[in-house]
């Protein structure tokens, strides 16, 4: 079992910068990352991938510009660096793990874009 922790949430401004963590209690090796979110009343939207697979890294339209996820295996933690933020962003942001059709999920960090 892998266990996934998000920190960093918070409440910050319209235009303001937040940077989410997501520390796994287990080698991130092997394993593609993603990162989602969901609003209240809204389904989950994912937001972007490092895939393990190719090495790349990819992002939803909706985020693409603003939001770079980047991870340092040796430290088994995941960051969702978050710019320019709208209080559309506003939601409970999710880390995901998955390898195959094994999938981990943490249990979210609170993101309030207000002023």
């Known amino acids: 079992q892998l266990k996934l922790v998000e920190s960093g949430g918070g409440l910050v401004q319209p235009g303001g910068s937040l940077r989410l963590s997501c520390g796994a209690s287990?080698?991130?090796?092997?394993?593609?990352i993603a990162w989602f979110r969901q609003a209240p009343g809204k389904e989950r939207e994912g937001l972007g991938c490092?895939?393990?697979?190719?090495?790349?890294?990819y992002y939803a339209d909706s985020v693409k510009g603003r939001f770079t996820i980047s991870r340092d295996r040796r430290m088994r933690t995941v960051w969702l660096q978050m710019d320019s933020l709208k209080p559309e962003d506003s939601a409970v942001y999710y880390c995901?793990?998955?390898?195959?059709?094994?999938?981990?999920w943490g249990k979210g960090t609170l993101v309030n874009v207000s002023s």
């Open positions: 995901h793990a998955a390898q195959g059709l094994v999938q981990y």
């Open positions: 287990g080698s991130l090796d092997w394993y593609s």
């Open positions: 490092a895939s393990d697979s190719d090495g790349g890294t």
